[in-house]
Nanobody, 120 residues
Framework: QVQLVESGGGLVHAGGSLRLSCAASGLIFDNYAVGWFRRERAFVASIRHIDDSTYYADSVKGRFTIFRDNAANTVYLQMNSLTPEDTAVYYC?????????????????WGQGTQVTVSK
């Protein structure tokens, strides 16, 4: 059973940084991808397990970085230069097929989310 637990959200001033974590368990797929989404499942970033390839939404390129710690089975989202427009609940999700694109329907497993609030 795949379980995803997000953490690291909070309140930060504009221009600040946060690092979100997605701790995963039960991943039995040969090839999978982990994505971060926000609001109504709007794509933010993803990373594919088999080759560490990453993909970002245009709105976060250059500010956000997705990376993983295999030993800890955790995927992180480092968010820098935050703006109020980044305020949202952030979710991590897993695609068991290795799909790392923007279509949230192709991610079959979701965490509960963590709130990020960026004040002016």
């Amino acid at each position: 059973q795949v379980q995803l637990v997000e953490s690291g959200g909070g309140l930060v001033h504009a221009g600040g940084s946060l690092r979100l974590s997605c701790a995963a368990s039960g991943l039995i797929f040969d090839n999978y991808a982990v994505g971060w989404f926000r609001r109504e499942r709007a794509f933010v970033a993803s990373i594919r397990h088999i080759d560490d390839s990453t993909y970002y939404a245009d709105s976060v390129k250059g500010r956000f970085t997705i990376f993983r710690d295999n030993a800890a089975n955790t995927v992180y989202l480092q968010m820098n230069s935050l703006t109020p427009e980044d305020t949202a609940v952030y979710y991590c999700a897993v695609s068991g097929s290795g799909y790392r694109g923007e279509d949230s329907n192709l991610y079959g497993y979701w965490g509960q989310g963590t709130q990020v609030t960026v004040s002016k």
